[in-house]
């Protein structure tokens, strides 16, 4: 017996996440999305996964460019988080607007006033469902000071309380 989809999606709301925006670039073409599907799996080596839906483009540049940046948010950046979610439909061009940052080695863009930066090189996939699940190489990380993070619980965002 297979598990209604819905129940696992309204089991999983109880589960609180960060949230962060994978990017890739490929000839001259970038894309990203938000996803909470990121974690860090190894210091050493340095490695972290994230899982994105097959049939995106920041699927298709990640799977082509082999490389990708991660931006851990923070509380303010909300609106950011909704953009890259599709949340916002009247937008065709998801940067357009957006002050990002290209820190080297890599030309993958990164957000301005994100909690973190992390520019990642995959090192292994596999299908999973309808999604492909990476594990990558950390080649490059940066934190911006001390804030708040962006929060995701039970389909709202939540800052965090002492």
């Known amino acids: 017996m297979t598990l209604d989809p819905e129940k696992l999606r309204h089991a999983m709301r109880a589960w609180t ?7 890739s670039i490929h000839e001259g073409q970038q894309y990203g999305m938000t ?3 990121f974690t860090s799996i190894s210091l050493e080596p340095p490695l972290i996964s994230v ?6 483009r ?5 799977v082509k460019s082999g490389v990708f940046a991660v931006t851990i948010l ?4 909300k609106v950011l988080s909704d953009r890259f979610a599709g949340k916002l439909p009247n937008i065709t061009d998801r940067f357009d607007g957006v002050q990002t940052e290209r820190l080297s080695p890599m030309e993958a863009p990164v957000f301005k006033d994100g ?4 520019r990642c090189r995959v090192v292994n996939s596999m299908p999973v469902g309808e999604n492909t699940l990476f594990v990558a190489e ?3 990380a940066q934190r911006q000071g001390e ?12 800052r965090l309380t002492r």
């Open 35 to 37: 996803v909470n599907s």
């Open 138 to 140: 950390v080649i490059a």
């Open 58 to 62: 920041t699927h298709d540049l990640v």
């Open 115 to 118: 909690m973190a930066y992390l």
């Open 147 to 158: 804030g708040q993070p962006l929060v995701y619980h039970n389909r709202d965002y939540w």
């Open 51 to 56: 899982t994105l839906k097959q049939l995106t």
């Open 74 to 77: 923070a509380a303010e950046q």
């Open 17 to 23: 996440t960060g949230v962060a925006i994978v990017t």
